[in-house]
């Protein structure tokens, strides 16, 4: 077993720390502030080549794997951009696999160069207001009109619709009554979001706030054929394709979070100095750090193995589900632990691990909550049954 | 024309250096190594120097263990086109490397050769000045900027008191100063075509070079720590101090 990173996933790691120098503290607090997109990240990620690091080759990319990609993400995020520089290009990083799997040469040759080069963002539409985690019960409708599909209907939670051009939309297309399995009547589409038919509305939220979430109402978009993914009715098979790969990632990006975190916790502890020594002298300060980097490095090497399972074409959906509950906890808790070892500073936003603290809780809820992770590998691993 | 771009592999400049124990150096055992920044500036001024159309070809160089060549490919993701390794674990010191410079250059014959003006690790800014003495070419030390017009070599120099211009007749050596450039980040495509670009490894005896050290480091130590100041109440105080204690007024 060899766990060094290679040369190339060195110059990944190396070279993404570096552009993300030129993104200082004060660039993300202001972001965050100020609701405003991090557009200068996505550009100097795009100018670079960044965004089509797990893409083919053939098509623009650099044809590396998610391992490659864990370890880019997990860069910005450490940097000190947090979830707000990883969530600005994390759907772009992974989320058209459905499309480098399933779509035809054509649908490849349109749909990943502009994505990669930069010139369009894209937006994922899965989740609904009455159907989060329970996806085969979405509601929203694409009829088939001719040449064309027509879609009515509602999604929340979508990350970056205000700056997308494009959405990769899950609807029904079969009723749910019509079809034998509920897994089935559900298509795929990767098309053009016309505002004119689709109407974003921002919510306001905890953290992240330089990239926005929404809700997304859509009253008769219409999607030409040619922009359906995969077969008809066949797109809930399609779209399981990108769920490991965004377990990985968001797993890797709450790591960065967290040793972001600890590094200002460890250097606070140092530089502040109570009753004639440094706070970090003291062990109540130093044991819980200490195990904040503990944690996390478990964490690391079990988000490297889900990746690496995944890389190389085995089972990963109980590693990335495993190293996306425990990246996600141990995240969290290094975060928790940085305002507290802050103190009342901890509290004051110019030190930055209060917003580091409410970005942790993103990884902990999305893509999947911990409870349903729990589920997976009571029943899939443990084969225990089903409890829901 | 043919550039020759020498890379050093040296402790990153972000990693806060630590003398042994035994005062023989400092350590360098799993601490992170990167380009010598000032040898990144060259190789930035070389691969403008390709966009323009003035260079045809970039060859990076690296002396010392068997890693240098992840220096080397460093620089080939920033453009250059092919590397050379001189492979050695002696202590590679400013002359010996100056001579295996030459016998690079003297079968490779480029027009000029573009040196960081010393290295971050030992600060010696030699190679350069030996490297130009050994093959009797000009050389422009220093430089902030830079600008070929068909032979000859315009370079802007950064002296005491100001800026100088001097004109060279290629070949020439040139050195970089902090200011010529400001280096490029390597892009993901061109980190993956690096991985594909040749590098040529040769052993110092192979060209002929006696590598022996010349000199001896003696001890290497920490620099004393500093002493806390003291905070004074008043201008007059602090005049007083100047005079009586510093003693420099």
């Known amino acids: 077993m060899d766990f060094a990173l290679t040369e190339a996933q060195e110059a990944v790691r190396d070279n993404i720390t570096r552009i993300c120098t030129q993104f200082d503290d004060a660039y993300w607090r202001k972001a965050d502030r100020e609701v405003r997109f991090p557009h200068e990240l996505h550009a100097a990620m795009a100018e670079g080549g960044w965004l089509g690091i797990c893409m083919p080759v053939e098509y623009g990319g650099a044809g590396l794997g998610i391992t490659e990609a864990a370890i880019m993400m997990q860069a910005i995020a450490q940097s000190g951009a947090g979830m707000s520089g990883a969530s600005a290009i994390h759907m772009n990083i992974f989320g058209l696999n459905p499309v480098v799997v399933f779509g035809t040469p054509e649908q490849k040759a349109r749909m990943l160069p502009p994505l990669i080069a930069g010139q369009e963002k894209a937006c994922f539409g899965v989740t609904e207001p009455d159907a989060g985690l329970d996806t085969t019960a979405i509601k929203t409708r694409a009829e088939r009109h001719g040449d064309r599909y027509i879609v009515h209907g509602q999604k929340i939670w979508t990350s970056t619709a205000q700056v997308a051009d494009k959405i990769l939309l899950l609807a029904r297309t079969t009723p749910a009554d019509q079809v034998a399995k509920k897994t089935e009547g559900l298509s795929l589409f990767y098309t053009t979001l016309d505002r004119a038919k689709v109407e974003v509305r921002h919510i306001d939220k905890m953290g992240r706030a330089a990239v926005d979430s929404n809700q997304v109402f859509f009253d008769g978009l219409e999607i030409p054929l040619e922009d359906r993914i995969g077969p008809e009715g066949q797109g809930f098979r399609t779209i399981l394709h990108g769920m490991n790969p965004e377990r990985i990632l968001i797993a890797a990006e709450a790591i960065g979070l967290g040793l972001c975190a600890l590094e200002r916790a460890r250097r606070y502890a140092t530089e502040r100095r109570v009753f004639g020594r440094p706070i970090g002298q003291n062990q109540s300060i130093q044991h819980p750090l200490a195990e904040c980097w503990m944690e996390l490095q478990a964490a690391s090497l079990m988000t490297m193995n889900a990746a690496w399972a995944y890389d190389t074409g085995r089972d990963a959906g109980a590693l990335a589900n495993t190293a996306k509950y425990l990246a996600a906890e141990a995240g969290f808790k290094s975060c928790t632990q940085a305002v507290m070892t802050h103190g009342g500073m901890g509290y004051a936003q110019e030190f930055h691990v209060e917003r580091y603290l409410r970005e942790s809780l993103i990884p902990r809820i999305a893509p999947v909550s911990r409870e349903l992770v729990l589920c997976h590998i009571a029943e899939r691993v443990l084969g225990l049954p089903k409890s829901y | ?249």
């Open chain 2, 1 to 249: 024309m043919k550039i020759l771009v020498p890379v050093k592999r040296v402790v990153d400049y972000n990693v806060k250096v630590r003398v042994k124990s035994d005062g023989t150096g400092v350590e360098t055992a799993g601490v992170k190594m990167s380009m010598n920044p000032f040898d990144e500036i060259g190789v930035e001024e070389a691969v403008r120097l390709k966009e323009k159309g003035v260079a045809t070809e970039i060859i990076a160089v690296s002396l010392g263990v068997a890693a240098c060549a992840e220096t080397i490919r460093t620089a080939l993701a920033m453009g250059a086109d092919r590397g050379i390794l001189v492979e050695s674990d002696a202590d590679l010191q400013p002359l010996a490397v100056a001579k295996l410079l030459k016998a690079i250059a003297d079968k490779e014959q480029p027009g000029l050769i573009i040196l960081g003006k010393q290295a971050i690790d030992d600060d010696m800014s030699a190679t350069g000045q030996m490297l130009a003495a050994l093959l009797g070419w000009s050389q422009g030390t220093f430089a902030s900027e830079l600008t070929v017009d068909g032979g000859n070599l315009t370079v802007k120099r950064e002296v005491d008191g100001g800026m100088e211009t001097i004109v060279l007749t290629l070949p020439s050596i040139v050195t970089t100063d902090l200011r010529l450039n400001e280096p490029r980040y390597a892009s993901l495509p061109n980190i993956m075509k690096a991985r594909k670009k040749p590098i040529e490894t040769v052993k110092p005896e192979e060209l002929g070079v006696d590598v022996t050290p010349r000199l001896t480091v003696v001890s290497v130590a920490e620099p004393p720590k500093r002493q806390a100041g003291v905070k004074v109440g008043s201008v007059a105080e602090l005049v007083a101090k100047l005079k009586t204690e510093a003693k420099v007024i």
